[in-house]
């Protein structure tokens, strides 16, 4: 036992850090940074003038009234070629050089009128080829939504280089957000065969929507897919509600695989936070308050659930010892961790780091240790099944067998009344015929005995057993044992009258098929006996048998039976039953003795 | 060795001078104590006092049997003697686990070996272990559980007395080799004889006397196997397999 624990341990400790070292080699090569490489070919425009006033981008302007206008100037000398890259946050651009404009975007009547604020876009803007020092100049206008206008770089390459220098920066977000939304994919499209087996298959769909919400809302961040998809409104949408309703499944997931006592705080988080989403929606597409204004509100509700359920999940393994809680503390709380992390960079630490990566890298995380889990828990659920399923099918067999039994334990008993009557009767017999002798007539005497039909006066045992049916069955077999040459055949039980839940059939199957086997592996064997005892105590009962046998033989229809301890369907039968009344068995057997030795209980 | 103690129930004064002789007439020293009905044994009885027991069937008022199937109440296990001119109450026998059954006339083999019994049972009743380098006798039989409560033993014995002597765990045990005790838990100890199931849900062991002993978790199956020995290896050597 301690072995194998340790093996496990050492199994588990090595593919942890077989993991972690292949994820550091790839972090490493991925990560590195040549000498050579750090003079980029690509140029982030600095030299900003705003009302003659010099600044450098990124940089927020606030407070402002909507719609103020910014406008900021640069000199720039462009190869033949470059491009331009250029972000905005929910403000309308005009990008001039040197006083004509080459490109725009967000300007009144080019979006849906609901959206407010124009959504983020990213673009890629062809230069003019001058050759010569340009003046660029860009002309913000503030949002509507917020006091606050944010101001991103603008970057100057050539577009193979821009496009480099912007996956080195965001290509694992885009790479993670599409591995998410083919997890989901796949997960939520493989539910339908596992529900099909059990409920729970449902976690599956759950698990799978999380991660749909998640990848879409990291995929409508992305400023990458802005790039390539040219509807910035699609994506904004796609980020926003993938961010907002992210925590609606996992709750869910949560309560299908926690099963917590305490649903009803985790059912009305839920609920809250569906309202909310739909809120938000509605409120957008009225055009009364942005998505990107309401999500205020969910910077404290979605880390707020996630701490809720991993709470729950805490709380359940330490109150409740709740199996499925305790595998699931670990995952939740990174999630939870990963999430606070990622609210406070957004509001307090402002790392230099993408945004949602803290979330992100939580989520990555959460989706391994869960699924490795999930794996499991389906694993046991259907190793769980596949036993029931044996059982069933045991059980069914069980009972045909059993039927059997009980029509042959009822002949026999039948028989001991109908015998133990035909000895009563006997001494009638006796005070009839000594009266016809008396009077001297000796042909009613015949005629009497011609009538008679004599019964059967096979050995007779006293009884072995208060109760009267397994007396019956046991002293059969002890008959059947004396008859085939087992002189040492003795059978004391203490059985009561009265054998409670459980049936006395099943009882007499017990006796009779532990005497049967044990008649037919005497009958060959030297110096056969028999022994069988029952104890009856604090409502168990034990009934213990020895006997002699050899090692392999042969039935009645000819076949070998196998002797070896747990074998052949009597012992089979005889386990069924125990097992299912509260008790066990167990068979040894050692150079020419064979034991046998069951319990159950009769309370 | 002290004397055995012998309860002796017969109403025939006859039948109970020889009895007492053929009892104190052996080279084992015994003490008779002697009723006249089972109302007065029952009234006089004290667990773990007597060695053995010898009962006559056919008693004025209270028959024998029942008696026994009284005093199989207040303790289960003590060796029972039905002495009669019958084996009708055989199956009685079976029921109250009388240890003999021994039909009149009463023989010296007879008692020597209801004796022998007896002998046997004291000397499982009493065990000398060492606790902090302190000699104690214990009632070994009456024993249901040990407890280790900070460096105290609690012992709970059958009939609902407790005692609490200065000591570990870890040194009784294997001074209780030979007996059937089972280290459940670190800080339990169960007599097997007074087990009557195992609460897998709860992990402990249900006692005879309503109390529950705790059950480490990995030492579950352990628990049951112990147990199931247990239970097959006293079916076989009571009933004399």
Not at chain 1, 103 to 125: E, I, R
Not at chain 1, 387 to 399: A, F, G, I, M
Request: glycine fraction near 6%.
């Amino acid at each position: 036992m301690k072995i194998h624990k340790i093996r496990r341990t050492v199994m588990a400790a090595l593919s942890l850090s077989f993991l972690v070292l292949i994820t550091l080699l790839f972090c490493s090569v991925l990560l590195f940074r040549s000498e050579e490489k750090e003079h980029e070919d690509v140029e982030t425009i600095s030299g900003w003038t705003i009302d003659d006033e010099h600044i450098r981008l990124p940089r927020s302007f606030s407070p402002l009234s909507p719609r103020t206008p910014l406008t900021l100037t640069a000199q720039i000398r462009p190869k033949p070629g470059d491009y331009l890259y250029i972000k905005t946050v929910y403000t309308p651009v005009k990008l001039s050089v040197d006083g004509q404009m080459v490109y725009q975007y967000g300007s009144d009547g080019s979006l849906p009128a609901f959206l407010l604020d124009p959504p983020t876009k990213t673009a890629l803007v062809a230069l003019p080829e001058t050759g010569h020092k340009v003046t660029l100049t860009l002309e913000y206008l503030s949002p509507s939504q917020r006091d606050t206008a944010t101001l991103h770089p603008l970057l100057l390459g050539s577009p193979s280089e821009l496009m480099i220098h912007l996956f080195s920066e965001m290509g694992f977000s885009l790479f993670f957000s599409i591995v998410l939304l083919a997890l989901g994919i796949i997960l939520a499209l493989v539910t339908p065969i596992f529900t099909r087996f059990d409920e729970s298959g449902m976690t599956f769909f759950w698990l799978g929507l999380f991660s749909l919400c998640t990848g879409a809302w990291s995929f409508g961040e992305c400023n990458l897919t802005g790039l390539f998809i040219d509807s910035p409104s699609f994506l904004y949408l796609l980020a926003f509600l993938g961010l907002f309703s992210l925590a609606v499944p996992l709750l869910r997931f949560g309560m299908v695989v926690l099963r917590p006592h305490t649903q009803v705080l985790l059912e009305i988080l839920c609920v809250l936070l569906e309202f909310s989403v739909c809120g938000a929606a509605l409120l957008q597409l009225l055009g009364i308050i942005s998505l990107s204004r309401s999500m205020y509100l969910f910077h404290v509700l979605t880390p707020s659930c996630l701490c809720i359920l991993a709470g729950t999940a805490l709380w359940e393994s330490i109150r409740f010892e709740n199996l499925m809680a305790r595998r699931l503390l670990l995952p939740t709380a990174v999630l939870a961790v990963s999430a606070l992390l990622e609210a406070g960079n957004y509001y307090l630490f402002h790392l230099n780091v993408q945004k949602s990566f803290f979330f992100q890298i939580g989520v990555l995380l959460f989706m391994i240790m869960v699924s490795i889990q999930c794996g499991h828990f389906m694993a046991e659920m259907l190793a769980l099944r596949e036993q029931n399923h044996k059982l069933e099918k045991e059980l069914s067999l069980l009972e045909r067998q059993t039927r059997m039994q009980e029509e042959h334990y009822k002949r026999i008993t039948e028989t001991a009344i109908q015998e133990k009557q035909q000895r009563h009767d006997f001494r009638h017999h006796i005070a009839a015929l000594r009266d016809y002798l008396e009077k001297d007539e000796t042909n009613a005497a015949v005629a009497y005995l011609n009538a008679l039909s004599v019964p059967s006066t096979g050995e007779k045992f006293p009884p072995v057993c208060r109760n009267e049916s397994v007396n019956a069955v046991a002293l059969y077999y002890q008959d059947m044992a004396v008859r085939s040459g087992i002189a040492d055949c003795s059978i004391k039980l203490d059985i009561p009258e009265e054998t409670g839940r459980v049936p006395v059939h099943a009882l007499c199957i017990i006796v009779g098929n532990l005497l049967e086997n044990a008649v037919t592996a005497c009958a060959k064997a030297d110096s056969p006996f028999i022994r069988m005892r029952g104890r009856f105590a604090d409502g168990i009962l034990t009934i213990v048998m020895d006997n002699r046998y050899t090692d392999i033989c042969r039935t009645s229809e000819g076949s070998f039976r196998s002797r070896k301890p747990g074998g052949g369907t009597g012992l089979w039968s005889v386990r069924s039953i125990a097992e299912k009344y509260g008790g066990g068995c167990r068979f040894e057997a050692e150079n020419t003795v064979f034991s046998s030795s069951v319990y159950l209980r009769l309370d | 060795m002290e004397e055995l103690q012998i309860a002796l129930c017969e109403d025939d004064k006859e039948e109970l001078k020889r009895l007492t002789h053929l009892i104190q007439d052996r080279p084992t020293p015994a003490r008779v104590t002697a009723f006249d009905s089972g109302e007065s044994f029952l009234g006089d009885y004290r667990p773990g006092y007597y060695d053995m027991v010898f009962m006559d069937i056919y008693l004025e008022g209270m028959s024998g049997v029942e008696t026994v199937r009284r005093l199989r109440e207040l303790e289960s296990e003590l060796p029972v003697a039905f002495v009669t001119t019958s084996r009708d109450h055989a199956l009685d026998g079976y029921r109250l686990k009388v240890a003999k059954y021994i039909e009149k006339p009463v023989t010296q083999e007879d008692i020597d070996d209801a004796i022998a019994l007896a002998s046997q049972w004291r000397l499982q009743a009493d065990a000398e272990v060492i606790l902090q380098g302190k000699k104690l006798y214990l009632p070994i039989r009456r024993l249901i559980s040990v407890e280790q409560k900070a460096h105290y033993l609690l012992m709970r014995f059958d009939g609902g007395g407790m005692e609490q002597a200065k000591g570990r765990l870890d040194e009784l045990e294997p001074q209780l080799a030979g007996f059937p005790f089972f280290r459940s838990h670190k800080s339990y100890l169960a007599n097997l004889s007074y087990v009557t199931g195992i609460d897998h849900k709860l992990l402990v062991f249900n006692m005879k006397d309503g109390q529950n002993v705790y059950i480490r978790r990995d030492r579950l199956k352990k628990a049951k196997i112990a147990w199931t020995d247990w239970l097959f290896a006293r079916a076989r050597k009571d009933e004399g397999l």
